[in-house]
Structure formats: structure tokens, C-alpha cells
């Protein structure tokens, strides 16, 4: 045969394989070669096609000076840990009067400058902590990283999705509940005691939103009335209807903040209540008939379960 069946890097003329671009999927990089090292890192190395360059600053047409290459953390591929090796253009400008000499190839949808996780890994670390509540040590592993390296790419941006104000815009049912983080001491891991506020607006489809706008330090009804003084005048009267759980300073808060919203519990709270209060009952009637607490054998003590089951989930047995 004159030409080879394979990828058609193989091939005489030097080229890009679209279906190798394909797989690896970083739009406007050309896969130049795939490695193995002898740790089981896939290496995969990539660049961008020769193209005129104007420089950033005067617009003058730069002239080119080869490539430098970048090393990136990438997204595992086939079980592996993979690196991105990113074979940069560089170029100088012409123009004496600029001051930008040397420049060097960037693109944010790929990395940020001088990152060292590729801008869809840092998203791949996100969606993981987020819908699979993952840890950052057990990503770490999987990227073959050290914990400093995830965390030092990710907290940038998640320092500025906090910042973001766009997320309390539209919430008409505003939940509130508090949320114990640890039980150690806070000297060693900070405060334990938070409060989180979540979106539970309905979507067009009656859909419940669920989703967490922020989480505070403390536990009290004046970190609840601080954070809704934060928020602004604007975002209080759109709320509608604020959920809580049984707890005055959460209650008092509302009544003082949010005055034309309806209060109600949530439907957590109002099931633990009606538990709580069956169990009440079944202990105060089984002092009375035994004259002690439930033990194995005794009939209340036997049903101590069935009497808190959903009648859905209750059989005929």
C-alpha cells in the first residue's frame, strides 16, 4: 500500500488528525503526539496551527519565535491521570515604539495564564464537589496532584462565584436551617455553627430549585437578620414565602426583615416533630402499663418504628 491505514499523523506529509482533535476535544489545539510515562501519566501534546499574529498592543504584525512549552493538569482519561503538554507560540513585536517585545500564545477557554489545571479540569474538580460530594484529596488523587495544587486552582473561582451577586436574583421562597460542620474544636477547624440560606423557588415546571445561596458562621437569629440586611431592600421584598425550622431567633428574624413573607416550617421539621411527639406518647404509656423503660419483648418497644413509618411504606403484615 502507498499510504498507511492509521491515524494520518503517520503520514509522510506532516498533518493534523481531526479524529484525534476530536477525541481529545480542546477546540483550537492539534494533537502532536500521545505518551505513556513510567508512572501511568497519559501525556498528551498539543499545539495550535502556524498563523500570522498581530501583537496585543500596537496591532503590528509580530514575527514568530518559535514555541515554549506548558505542562497542565488535565481531566483523567481512560482511568489515567493525564497532563497536557501545551507547545505555546511565541512571538516579538517589530514595532520599536511598543512596548511589548515578547509575547506568548494565552487562551483562558484552555487555561488561565500561568495555571497549572486546564480551565475544564478546574470545572471537572467543581462538578464533582458540587453533584457528587466528593473531596478535594480524593480529586487530587485522581489527577495524580498534590491536595495544594487542586485546591490553589479552584478556590480563585470559587472565591469569585461568592462574590457573585447574580444568584439571589429572582428567589421568592427563601429556606433557612442550621448546619453543624464539624465536632472538633473551632481553634483547630474554625466555627462549627453555620447557617445556610437555600433557594427553594419553584421553576416554570413546579420544579423545586434547591439550591444553596450561602453559608455563614454562627447560628442565631442576628447572623440570619445581618445577612438579609446584606442582601438589600430589593431582594427582601421579592421574597415571598420563608421556610424555617423550629427556632425563634430564625422566626424572629423573619418577623423583623421579612415582615410581608409568610413563615412556615418546613416539611423536615414538621415530620421530626410529629415523631418526637409519637415517641412521647409511646414512652409515657408504656411507664404507665410496665412501670419501665421499653425492653426487648415488649409490644410498644417492638413498634417503635412502625408507629413513625410513612403510611406509604406501611405493609399489611
Same mark, same amino acid.
Not at 477525541?23 to 500521545?34: E, F, I, S
Not at 474538580?125 to 488523587?141: N, W, Y
Not at 465536632?183 to 434547591?210: I, N, Y
Given at each position: !500500500?502507498?499510504?498507511?491505514?492509521? =491515524? *494520518?499523523?503517520?503520514?509522510?506529509? %506532516?498533518?493534523? *488528525?481531526?479524529?484525534?482533535?476530536?477525541?481529545?476535544?480542546?477546540?483550537?489545539?492539534?494533537? $502532536?503526539?500521545?505518551?505513556?510515562?513510567?508512572?501511568?501519566?497519559?501525556?498528551? @501534546? !498539543?499545539?495550535?496551527?502556524?498563523?500570522? !499574529?498581530? =501583537?496585543?498592543? *500596537?496591532?503590528?504584525?509580530?514575527?514568530?519565535?518559535?514555541?515554549? @512549552? @506548558?505542562?497542565?493538569?488535565?481531566?483523567?482519561?481512560?482511568?489515567?491521570?493525564?497532563?497536557?503538554?501545551?507547545? +505555546?507560540?511565541?512571538?516579538?513585536?517589530?514595532? %520599536?515604539?511598543? %512596548?511589548?517585545?515578547?509575547?506568548?500564545?494565552?487562551?483562558?477557554?484552555?487555561?488561565?495564564?500561568?495555571?497549572?489545571?486546564?480551565?475544564?479540569?478546574?470545572?471537572?474538580?467543581?462538578?464533582? #464537589?458540587?453533584?457528587?460530594?466528593?473531596?478535594?484529596?480524593?480529586?487530587?488523587?485522581?489527577?495524580?496532584?498534590?491536595?495544594?495544587?487542586?485546591?490553589?486552582?479552584?478556590?480563585?473561582?470559587?472565591?469569585?462565584?461568592?462574590? &457573585?451577586?447574580?444568584?439571589?436574583?429572582?428567589?421568592?421562597? /427563601?429556606?433557612?436551617?442550621?448546619?453543624?460542620?464539624?465536632?472538633?474544636?473551632?481553634?483547630?477547624?474554625?466555627? +462549627?455553627? /453555620?447557617?445556610?440560606?437555600?433557594?427553594?423557588?419553584? &421553576? +416554570?415546571?413546579?420544579?423545586?430549585?434547591?439550591?444553596?445561596?450561602?453559608? #455563614?458562621?454562627?447560628?442565631?437569629?442576628? $447572623?440570619?437578620?445581618?445577612?438579609?440586611?446584606?442582601?438589600?431592600?430589593?431582594?427582601?421584598?421579592?421574597?415571598? #414565602?420563608?421556610?424555617?425550622?423550629?427556632?425563634?431567633?430564625?422566626?424572629?428574624?423573619?418577623?423583623? +426583615?421579612?415582615?410581608?413573607?409568610?413563615?412556615?416550617?418546613? #416539611?423536615?421539621?414538621?415530620?421530626?416533630?410529629?415523631?418526637?411527639?409519637?415517641?412521647?406518647?409511646?414512652?409515657?404509656?408504656?411507664?404507665?402499663?410496665?412501670?419501665?423503660?421499653?425492653?426487648?419483648?415488649?409490644?410498644?418497644?417492638?413498634?417503635?418504628?412502625?408507629?413513625?413509618?410513612?403510611?406509604?411504606?406501611?405493609?399489611?403484615?
Amino acid at each position: !500500500m502507498s499510504e498507511p491505514t492509521g =491515524c *494520518c499523523c503517520a503520514a509522510t506529509t %506532516p498533518s493534523y *488528525c481531526d479524529h484525534c482533535d476530536l477525541l481529545v476535544g480542546l477546540d483550537g489545539l492539534h494533537v $502532536v503526539d500521545v505518551d505513556k510515562t513510567g508512572h501511568g501519566v497519559l501525556v498528551v @501534546t !498539543m499545539e495550535s496551527a502556524p498563523t500570522q !499574529m498581530g =501583537c496585543p498592543t *500596537c496591532g503590528v504584525v509580530a514575527e514568530s519565535r518559535g514555541r515554549r @512549552t @506548558t505542562m497542565l493538569v488535565d481531566i483523567p482519561c481512560f482511568a489515567r491521570p493525564t497532563r497536557l503538554r501545551w507547545r +505555546k507560540r511565541t512571538w516579538r513585536c517589530l514595532e %520599536p515604539a511598543c %512596548p511589548t517585545r515578547v509575547f506568548t500564545e494565552q487562551d483562558e477557554q484552555i487555561a488561565r495564564p500561568r495555571g497549572l489545571l486546564t480551565t475544564r479540569a478546574c470545572r471537572w474538580v467543581l462538578e464533582q #464537589v458540587r453533584r457528587e460530594h466528593a473531596s478535594i484529596h480524593g480529586l487530587a488523587r485522581q489527577l495524580g496532584v498534590a491536595w495544594k495544587t487542586v485546591w490553589g486552582s479552584v478556590q480563585p473561582i470559587l472565591a469569585t462565584l461568592a462574590d &457573585d451577586e447574580a444568584r439571589f436574583a429572582g428567589v421568592t421562597t /427563601l429556606g433557612v436551617d442550621e448546619h453543624l460542620w464539624h465536632h472538633v474544636s473551632p481553634r483547630k477547624r474554625g466555627p +462549627k455553627e /453555620l447557617t445556610g440560606m437555600v433557594d427553594l423557588t419553584r &421553576d +416554570k415546571d413546579g420544579r423545586v430549585r434547591a439550591r444553596l445561596l450561602d453559608l #455563614v458562621p454562627g447560628r442565631s437569629g442576628t $447572623v440570619y437578620k445581618t445577612w438579609l440586611d446584606q442582601r438589600g431592600t430589593a431582594f427582601k421584598a421579592h421574597v415571598e #414565602v420563608a421556610t424555617l425550622d423550629p427556632f425563634r431567633g430564625y422566626k424572629n428574624a423573619i418577623d423583623d +426583615k421579612l415582615a410581608d413573607a409568610t413563615a412556615v416550617l418546613d #416539611v423536615f421539621h414538621v415530620v421530626a416533630l410529629a415523631g418526637r411527639a409519637v415517641d412521647e406518647v409511646r414512652r409515657r404509656v408504656q411507664q404507665e402499663i410496665h412501670g419501665h423503660r421499653g425492653r426487648s419483648g415488649d409490644p410498644l418497644y417492638g413498634i417503635r418504628n412502625i408507629l413513625r413509618c410513612a403510611a406509604e411504606r406501611l405493609t399489611d403484615k
